[in-house]
């Protein structure tokens, strides 16, 4: 990898991720970021070059793993992160490597035939009080077995040991009406994964026999961690990660940053950061609530939270260091979900490139100094604004 | 490869290369072109479409051989030039296919350690003294060996004849108090390499045994041509090269382009041009001097060489001909080295795209008809726009 070759000591890197940052035009024909009052991001715009990026590429709408891995430099087509550890890392499971995380979900079962896939949403309280019972199940054939509630009929279980396969049918028949599948082995290695998890379904069973709802569950979604080579090996960055919700830790564990248990609120992560400035070269910091604005289809929301998050730019900048601001991806209020577009970026440094904008705006960063590229591509520029490469031949 | 099946005859071309021709902001928020008075450029901007070329990659600053082969349609990340096939091209040297190029350094030895590995940065007049002294060794083993001075301390040492390798190892040892290293072999081939190398190394430094600081010397950055077709084979011009500095000329040669001795001056360069613009379908001429007032990092001085370039290019503009103008690379003041930022492109023929600018500069060439996209790409719009490819398809 020519990046690899080039690589040399230099300044310090901040990627502050604004999540579901841009949107489309919602009132008046303007979006949420042109309706915003962005002082701090508009004079970082006048100043130094924006851009914008292409998630995945032409109409690829991302989960926030792609999105990530993109923006941290990894092919996201390359390293595919399957829905096991996602969910594993949503609730705030570590992951090790080896590990095999499964989606499940309580349902209903009469007559051997699933009669509610989700076991009448019972409440997240509800589910608490079943994996506590559940985590009577401690060990199978010598492979560790981590309950892990999620919300509503929802919960991770994670199995830890050696010779564990993602190989293995899902027991989730995908409709009501049908019986489980049993997790029969899809290739011959995975055998002894399916007789572990066909004694842990029988014990469970057992245990969960008499609940009214919930006697049942299913499972999908079976994935180990993809082998992927950490950070400070892709870049040569020691890198710090920090954010409030326990996806986004989760993923910046998953290439090996260093990251600090749940900060709860952005300020306190701000603060995680500032604790931490001497100690690393790459920084990550997780903003989520204009995600959850764009989610909500509420654009007053979604003005409000790009404000607040305005008003933490200034402890963004650091004397001597690179700071790029974007998003994973857009999350638009009138799809009121995750979207393919370009999403807005400046890096704020005055190597960084050719200043155009007046405002930090989907328009105007798609005129910008940094083109429009695949996320994928940002870490490069990063690095070059930082003096992190070399010349490329003589 | 698609463009050589839709090849046909059509128009010249001519490709003006201003090295290091864009920058970033000086003074005032402009750049050195923003700040220079460019009327011939801007009038040709105002008619004809304008874009921007990336030379290598998202962050990658490339060195004069890559900036080059990918303006001139080749992928840099293919074809590698070896550092001491540069370093020969810039001190003027013809190179074979076959040769071995290699870096010298005269140096000081003490009891059989290194004590200064630029022998106190000789003079370049003591360079030659002692270059004509080892230009007694003509010959080893069969192998035809050709010394040239570079400045001060540098020269290079080329090697010449059958089976000779890159594979031998650097007797630089990379600092101070050690002992060089021998020439060993690094594969089984390259042990006559190896062989030849330490015998030239025996004589040489009998030759320069009594010298008071350079009586050794360091070879490094072996290096043979890359197999690569000519610019004819490639897209079917027979093209000619012109350029006031070696390395420059070496580039053209490399590719296989005609390429005349020394022009003194870019006067002399455009004339050289005229006198042969019946007998080639394309043509690079080469300006050095933007280049050299931006790694100063004086933007004054790199206005100057910007209106001075400015000043020829009415000698450019030929009838039927498609002119291209852009720069290798960008090479900012504020950076005073090369740069990885999109250089400005602008091609003078009505074929050639939707005119968008007032000026040519950094800013408004990112938003042309002609995109951004990378230096390799250049050589397909210019092909097209000089109807030299036929219809893909029907």
Known sequence: MLYRELLQPGSKIVLAVADGLGGLPIIGGFTA?????????????????????????????????????????????????????LEALGVGMEVRKGDLAIRGNFATLRNGVVVDRRAGRIPTSENRRLIEKLESIKEVMGIKIIWKSGKEHRFVLLLRGENLSENVKETDPGRE?????????????????????????????????????????????????????????KWGLKAFGVATYPMYRGLAKLVGMSVPDGPETYEEALKLLEENWEKYDFFYIHYKDTDKAGEDGDWRKKVEALERFDSYVPRLL????????????????????????????????????????WHFTERETLKGGLGLRPSKDLMGLLLATASRLKKFGA
């Open 33 to 85: 970021m042109e309706l915003a009052s962005l002082p701090n991001l508009d004079s970082l715009a006048r100043k130094f070059p924006v851009g914008a990026l292409e998630p995945i590429g032409a109409g690829i709408t991302p989960g926030s793993g792609p999105a990530h891995l993109a923006l941290f430099g990894y092919d996201p087509l390359k390293y595919r992160i399957g829905r096991g550890i």
């Open 177 to 233: 009406g049908l019986p489980p599948n049993p997790p029969d082995p899809l290739t011959p290695e995975a055998s002894f994964t399916s007789k572990v998890l066909t004694e842990v379904i029988k014990r469970a069973s057992e245990i969960l026999r008499d609940e009214p709802k919930a006697n049942y569950f299913l499972l999908r979604g079976y994935a180990k961690l993809p082998h992927i080579p950490t950070f400070e090996e």
């Open 318 to 357: 650091k004397e001597e260091a690179v700071l790029a601001v974007t998003g994973d991806h857009n999350t638009p209020c009138i799809i009121a979900g995750h979207s393919w577009h370009y999403v807005p970026l400046l890096i704020a440094n005055k190597r960084a490139g050719i200043p155009t904008a």
